[in-house]
Each structure stands twice: as structure tokens, then as C-alpha cells.
């Protein structure tokens, strides 16, 4: 099993620039979550979804949009990125509502 | 909402020897206490987790301890080795209301040989 993968892996993009951030797993997990981690502040909870076809807000959800059109796949948008979006994104599944498995990350760089 | 406070930033300690790392939280509806270690480059790994109806748990080397009248929970690594070095963080979560999820800043851990 790969676990949790997020694609891509490093991006650059330009003030106003769009761009979606892929995350898959295939443990069957019916949960998953997007977090930022940005320097001294730990992770926070941009969206998650609690199944296929469902998302809902975190924490820090401004500026961000997901779906989860099939249950392995969740993705991440970013409509017109900004330079308070630059962070590493972390995609995370879990089975219940505990032990999550997070992704290797995916480092966003808003210029 | 809920607030996870996390000391020491970074802590340095000889290999074989004990560290302990500290959280508190705000929110007593909080049940749900993990531990996460993130290596350089890497996801956070989930080491260790504990229940509110749980004082301590243990697992080989690494344990928890949960006082909820204090509102604070500790990790403590024993007879560490350079491979514990990592960032650990520690987290709170409401099981009934499960996108509660809130980490603390972080341990840098350095177990130096």
C-alpha cells in the first residue's frame, strides 16, 4: 500500500495564479483532511470531509475550495493564490475519528 | 475554540536519557489527546494517543500521561537514541465533534550520541 500521496510535491506560483493540489489514499479511509503548517504554529484544519461527496470547513478555510469526488481522492484549490498561502500543505485520511495518516506534503511557494 | 500550548520549542538532551515534553489545552469537551513525530521533510507519524478516560498509556519506550483537571498531557521518551530526534508535536480533538482538531507548535527534539 502507498498510504496517503500528494501531488506535486514543490510548486511555485505567482500572486493571482491558480492551482490544485491532489491527495490520494487507498486505505478505504472514510475521512480526510487538508492542514498548512507554516513555521511556529503547528498544523491547522483548512477543510475535511467526512465522506464521498461531503467537505466542510476547518480552522483556516479562506481562500481554499475542495472536493472529494470519489473516496480516494481529495483535492485542494487555490482560485487566486496569495502570498499568506505560502506553507506546506498536508493531506491526512483516518478510518474513524482518530489516527490520521498524513501525506509527505506538498511545499507551496506564492511569489 | 480550543487552545494547545506546547513546551519546551526545542529540547537537547544525551542519548540514553529521558524527555519529557508538555501540552496544555483549554477546551474540557476535548477526549482525544495524539502525539505526532515529524522527521525532517517528512508527514507527521502518529507515535502514541490517549483517551480522556485513560491516566496513562505506554508503548515500549514512550508513554503518555493525561491529567484533565489540569488540562495538560506529556509525552515521555525514555533512554532516547539519535533516531528519536525529530519534531514531535502533541494534539487535542473532540471524538463527538471530530474536525476539532488542534496541534501545538512543536518539540524540536536533538538527542545528540
Known amino acids: 500500500n502507498a498510504g496517503v500521496t500528494q501531488t506535486p510535491k514543490f510548486r511555485v506560483l505567482k500572486t493571482g495564479q491558480s492551482m490544485t493540489l491532489l491527495c490520494a489514499q487507498d486505505m478505504n479511509h472514510e475521512y480526510m483532511y487538508w492542514y498548512r503548517q507554516d513555521p511556529g504554529m503547528g498544523l491547522r484544519l483548512i477543510h475535511y470531509?467526512?465522506?464521498?461527496?461531503?467537505?466542510a470547513k476547518g480552522e483556516v478555510p479562506d481562500g481554499y475550495n475542495v472536493s472529494r469526488l470519489k473516496k480516494q481522492n481529495f483535492l485542494l484549490g487555490l482560485e487566486s493564490a496569495a502570498p499568506s498561502q505560502t506553507s506546506v500543505y498536508f493531506c491526512?485520511?483516518?478510518?474513524?475519528?482518530?489516527?490520521?495518516?498524513f501525506g509527505p506534503g506538498t511545499r507551496l511557494t506564492v511569489t | 475554540g480550543e487552545n494547545v500550548e506546547q513546551h519546551p520549542s526545542t529540547l537537547s538532551v544525551q542519548e540514553g536519557d529521558s524527555a519529557v515534553i508538555k501540552c496544555t489545552y483549554s477546551?474540557?469537551?476535548?477526549?482525544?489527546f495524539p502525539w505526532y513525530k515529524q522527521e525532517l521533510g517528512k508527514g507527521p507519524q502518529l507515535i502514541i494517543d490517549?483517551?480522556?478516560?485513560?491516566g496513562e498509556k505506554k508503548d515500549q519506550r514512550i508513554a503518555v500521561t493525561l491529567n484533565k483537571t489540569a488540562k495538560h498531557f506529556s509525552l515521555h521518551i525514555t533512554e532516547t537514541q539519535p533516531e528519536d530526534s525529530a519534531v514531535y508535536f502533541c494534539a487535542a480533538s473532540n471524538l463527538y465533534n471530530f474536525n476539532k482538531f488542534y496541534f501545538g507548535s512543536g518539540t524540536k527534539l536533538n538527542v545528540k550520541p
Open positions: 490517549i483517551r480522556s478516560n485513560v
Open positions: 477546551d474540557s469537551a476535548s477526549n482525544y
Open positions: 470531509s467526512v465522506g464521498e461527496g461531503t467537505t
Open positions: 491526512a485520511s483516518s478510518y474513524a475519528q482518530y489516527e490520521q495518516y
